[in-house]
């Protein structure tokens, strides 16, 4: 197939694996080649997903979360394959379990360009972000979505931060509202300051 036929993602926060079964359908569906390489540091997803998606072709499983640093951190969870999973330490500690886990960043993971990154992180996306600086920088990166909002109470991280950042680097950004429409966010205001689990893409300007 042709170069124009493939197609890149980074999975980031794979879970069970809904975003790779859907991305590999919609890949059939539009005659495109995946490539996948999904990151998941909770080892009871992990385990599930070599179990059900490891004999895809050019699927590429880590037991790894992304990480503006390559080290030893504690995974937080309130239950084995939890959706909200996070490297973010929660304010009610007492509910949740701790995992060691191992983390990299994907500079030194890939030098590949990467068509869609996809980061569900629950709190910890500008670590995922800043992990890639080289490649966003050179340009590497043509999509990035991602959910924000949730877990940003934690994580004392503000949409201002994320804003700056992509208009910094030269993407323009949307919500992704619940009908899918696409809403252009131009310029930051106050009432973009709201936590609660949002989609949104980042598109790497041409």
Not at 55 to 79: I, M, P, Q, T, W
Not at 100 to 106: F, G, V
Not at 145 to 163: K, M, P
Request: proline share 1%; aromatic share 18%.
């Amino acid at each position: 197939k042709s170069a124009n036929d493939e197609f890149c993602i980074v999975d980031v926060g794979s879970n069970k694996g809904d975003f790779i079964k859907y991305s590999y359908h919609y890949g059939k569906k539009y005659s495109k080649e995946i490539k996948c390489h999904a990151f998941e540091p909770n080892s009871y997803c992990y385990d599930y997903l070599i179990s059900k998606y490891g004999k895809f072709e050019n699927l590429f499983l880590n037991r790894l979360a992304l990480s503006d640093d390559k080290n030893k951190k504690k995974l937080y969870y309130d239950h084995d394959f939890s959706g909200s999973s996070s490297l973010i330490k929660p304010d009610d500690i007492e509910l949740y379990k701790e995992m060691e886990i191992n983390t990299t960043t994907l500079d030194e993971y890939t030098c590949d360009n990467i068509d869609l990154l996809k980061v569900d992180v629950e709190g910890y996306e500008m670590n995922v972000f800043n992990s890639g600086l080289k490649l966003i920088s050179e340009r590497k990166i043509k999509n990035i979505l991602f959910e924000f909002g949730g877990q940003g109470v934690n994580a004392r991280t503000f949409f201002i931060d994320v804003h700056t950042f992509f208009k910094n680097y030269d993407y323009t950004l949307f919500r992704i509202t619940p009908t899918g429409y696409l809403f252009e966010i131009k310029d930051w205001e106050f009432t973009l300051e709201y936590f609660s689990a949002t989609n949104y893409l980042a598109k790497l300007n041409n």
